[in-house]
C-alpha cells in the first residue's frame, strides 16, 4: 500500500520512463461516467480527492486538482498536506487545466492521457489546444495501471430485469423506438456506450456502480439486430430470456473493440462524441455518423407509466423521511445523542422498510451547522459533527426504488433562527416556489428558467454557486442528462424542457464556515391550459420547516401555494404513517 507522495512519486518515474512531460487523470470511466465503479477511480487514487467532480494534472515539478464550486471547502480539505495545489474553477463545465498546461508546458513537451477515459470531444480539443502551442498529446499511455497494482476488480455481482411493467416499455419496443431514429439519420448501426442508456434500452439494472443501478457494458444497435458486450455470467435467467427474446446477442464485454475493428467499411455507425471513449472511437471501421445518444433523448422524456410510478414512489420516500425526521426530534428532545452519520443511515433504515427499495440514489448529504456549507458534504463516522437542539441541519437525500428515483433536500432550524437565516431561506423558498409556479412557452431551455429561482437572492445580492436542478432518471441516474437549470454554458443549459422530464429544482444559500440552506423538491414537465406552454407538477411529497420561514416575505400566491403542496403533501404519505408519527406530520403540514 502506497501513501499519496509515493503514488505521486511513482507515477512520475512512469512519466521519465515514457519521457512524458505532463499527464491528465479524470474522475470518469470509459464510459463517461460521473459515478464510477472502484477499478476506476483513478483520480481518487492518485490524489485523495473524493468529489464526484475533477481532475488532476501533474508535470514534473507540479500537481493540481482542478473542481468547481461545489467542491471547494471539500477539496482544501482533502489535499491538505498531499502535495496539489487545489484549482478553483468557476465553471464547472470549463477546461482551464488545459489552459494551464498550454500555458506553463514550453513547445515539443509531451503531455499522456488514458485515451479510454476522455471522449472523442474532449480529446480533439485537447489536441488543438495543446498543438497550438506546439504541444503533443499521446492519448494512447495508460500510466495509472503501471503503477497501481491492487486495483479493484470489476462487480461481479448479478444483473436483474427490470420488468415493463415499470418501465413502460418491453426491449423489443425500445429498440424499435431507436431503429426509427436511426432511420432518420441514415444509421446502419448505433453504438451506445454509457452505463444508464444500456441500462434503460435493454431494460437491465446492475450493482457495477455505487448508487447507480447499471452494469458495465457497451451495446451497438443495428437495423436487425442488437449485440449486448456484457460480462454474460452475471446475467440472470430472466434477463437472458427477455434479451433473446428481443433478438439480442450478447458477447463478452472485451470483445467490443474487435468488434468495431470487423465491421463492414459501407456500413454507416452514429456515435455521440462527448460521450464515447477516444480507444473505442478509434476502433471503428465504419462511416462515422456524429450525433446525440439516441436513448440519452428517449429516457429523459418519462412515460406513462413511469410517470404514475413515480407519483406513487414520493408518497413512500415522504413516509421514510417523516419516520426519520421525527426520530430525530425525539432525540433531541430526549437529550439522545446522535451525529450526522447517525441521521445519515436511519434515512436509508426508513426507506429500506419501503416496497420495492433497492438502494441509495447517492450518499446522503447530511450537513449540521457549518458542513451545511459544504455543498457535496458527506459525513464521515471520524469526523462528522454531533447533532444538538440548536442551529440549522441541511438533509440532501434519495433513494432507488424498482419504481422510480427520489432526491430530496430539506433544512431544518433545530433550536431557534436568526434573522439572517429566515431571511436567506424565504428567499430561498420564493425562488423555488417561483420555479414551481411558473408557466413557460415550449422551446425554453434550462437557462432561461435557472433565472426563475435566482430572483430573490439576486435581489438581496446573494446567489448560490451551483445549477439550480438536473435530470433525474427512473430507477437509474439521479443525475440524468440531458436537461437541467442552470446559468453555466452546458447541454443542461441549452436543452430545451418538454413534457416528462422529471427534474430537481433546488435553489440555495452557502454562508461558510457558519450554516447551508437548499431546498429541493422534484418537478414534472407537463402541459399547461394555454397552448403551446408548459408547467412544472411538483412531485416530492415533503413539508417545509415552518420556523425558518419569515411570512412577511412572502406574497399571497406563494403562501397559498405552500398551503395547497403541504395539503397535497399530507393526503399523499399520511396512509403510510400511524400514531404519534402520523399527528406530528399533519402538524408539520400545517398552513403558514
Not at 250 to 268: A, F, R
Not at 315 to 325: I, N, P, Q, R, V
Not at 328 to 357: H, P, W
Request: aromatic share 10%; with cysteine; hydrophobic share 35%.
Amino acid at each position: 500500500m502506497m501513501n499519496l507522495p509515493q503514488k505521486l512519486a511513482a507515477l512520475r518515474s512512469a512519466m521519465r520512463s515514457h519521457n512524458i512531460d505532463a499527464v491528465l487523470i479524470p474522475s470518469s470511466d470509459p464510459h463517461q461516467s460521473e459515478y464510477v465503479a472502484d477499478h476506476w477511480q483513478e483520480r481518487s487514487w492518485i490524489s485523495g480527492f473524493t468529489g464526484s467532480a475533477g481532475i488532476v494534472a501533474v508535470t514534473k515539478d507540479h500537481a493540481g486538482l482542478w473542481t468547481d464550486s461545489r467542491y471547494f471547502l471539500q477539496g482544501e480539505m482533502e489535499l491538505k498536506n498531499t502535495g496539489y495545489l487545489l484549482h478553483k474553477m468557476t465553471n464547472q463545465f470549463g477546461v482551464p487545466y488545459i489552459e494551464f498546461l498550454a500555458d506553463n508546458l514550453p513547445s515539443g513537451s509531451k503531455v499522456a492521457i488514458n485515451g479510454k477515459m476522455f471522449s472523442k470531444t474532449v480529446v480533439s480539443s485537447m489536441k488543438d489546444a495543446f498543438s497550438k502551442k506546439g504541444i503533443d498529446l499521446n492519448y494512447k499511455l495508460d500510466l495509472i495501471s503501471e503503477i497501481w497494482h491492487d486495483r479493484p476488480k470489476l462487480s461481479d455481482a448479478p444483473i436483474t430485469h427490470h420488468e415493463s411493467k415499470y418501465s413502460g416499455k418491453t426491449i423489443a419496443e425500445k429498440l424499435n423506438h431507436l431503429r426509427e431514429e436511426m432511420k432518420e439519420l441514415g444509421a446502419d448501426y448505433h453504438l451506445v456506450t454509457t452505463l444508464d442508456d444500456i441500462a434503460w434500452t435493454f431494460n437491465i439494472r446492475g450493482k457495477d456502480v455505487e448508487y447507480n443501478p447499471v452494469a458495465v457494458a457497451y451495446a451497438v444497435v443495428g437495423i436487425k439486430g442488437a449485440e449486448l458486450f456484457i460480462d454474460e455470467n452475471k446475467l440472470t435467467d430472466e434477463v437472458k430470456k427477455q434479451l433473446d427474446k428481443a433478438k439480442v446477442n450478447v458477447q463478452p464485454y472485451q470483445e467490443i473493440i474487435g468488434y468495431l475493428n470487423g465491421m463492414k467499411d459501407q456500413s454507416t455507425i452514429l456515435i455521440d462524441p462527448l460521450l464515447c471513449n477516444q480507444t473505442v472511437y478509434d476502433a471503428v471501421n465504419a462511416k462515422i455518423i456524429n450525433g446525440t445518444s439516441i436513448p440519452k433523448k428517449l429516457k429523459a422524456i418519462k412515460n406513462e407509466v413511469e410517470i404514475q410510478h413515480i407519483r406513487n414512489v414520493m408518497k413512500k420516500d415522504g413516509a421514510a423521511l417523516a419516520e426519520t425526521f421525527y426520530w430525530m426530534e425525539q432525540c433531541l428532545s430526549q437529550k439522545t445523542k446522535i451525529n450526522e452519520v447517525d441521521l445519515a443511515l436511519k434515512l436509508a433504515e426508513n426507506r429500506g422498510k419501503q416496497k420495492f427499495y433497492q438502494g441509495e440514489s447517492f450518499s446522503a448529504i447530511v450537513g449540521y451547522q457549518s458542513n451545511g456549507a459544504i455543498i457535496h458534504y458527506r459525513p464521515e463516522t471520524n469526523s462528522c459533527k454531533e447533532i444538538h437542539p440548536q442551529g440549522i441541519i441541511l438533509v440532501d437525500s434519495g433513494g432507488q426504488y424498482c419504481d422510480g428515483t427520489t432526491d430530496i433536500t430539506r433544512t431544518f432550524a433545530l433550536g431557534v433562527p436568526t434573522d439572517e437565516q429566515k431571511m436567506a431561506y424565504t428567499l430561498v423558498l420564493k425562488g423555488m416556489i417561483a420555479l414551481s409556479m411558473i408557466k413557460f412557452p415550449e422551446g425554453t431551455t434550462g437557462g432561461q428558467l435557472d433565472t426563475i429561482a435566482r430572483q430573490y437572492l439576486w435581489s438581496a445580492g446573494l446567489n448560490y454557486g451551483h445549477g439550480t436542478g438536473h435530470g433525474v432518471g427512473f430507477f437509474l441516474n439521479v443525475h440524468e442528462p440531458p436537461q437541467g437549470f442552470t446559468p453555466l454554458a452546458s447541454e443542461r443549459s441549452r436543452t430545451e424542457h418538454v413534457v416528462g422530464m422529471l427534474t430537481s429544482n433546488e435553489p440555495g444559500y452557502y454562508k461558510e464556515g457558519e450554516f447551508g440552506i437548499r431546498i429541493e423538491n422534484l418537478v414534472l414537465t407537463s402541459p399547461s391550459q394555454h397552448k403551446g406552454f408548459l408547467e412544472h407538477e411538483t412531485v416530492t411529497l415533503y413539508p417545509f420547516d415552518h420556523t425558518l420561514i419569515d411570512k412577511s416575505l412572502l406574497t399571497k400566491d406563494e403562501i397559498n401555494w405552500i398551503n395547497n403542496y403541504h395539503k397535497q403533501v399530507y393526503a399523499g404519505c399520511s396512509s403510510l404513517l400511524k400514531g404519534d408519527i402520523k399527528a406530528w406530520f399533519k402538524n408539520k403540514c400545517r398552513k403558514v
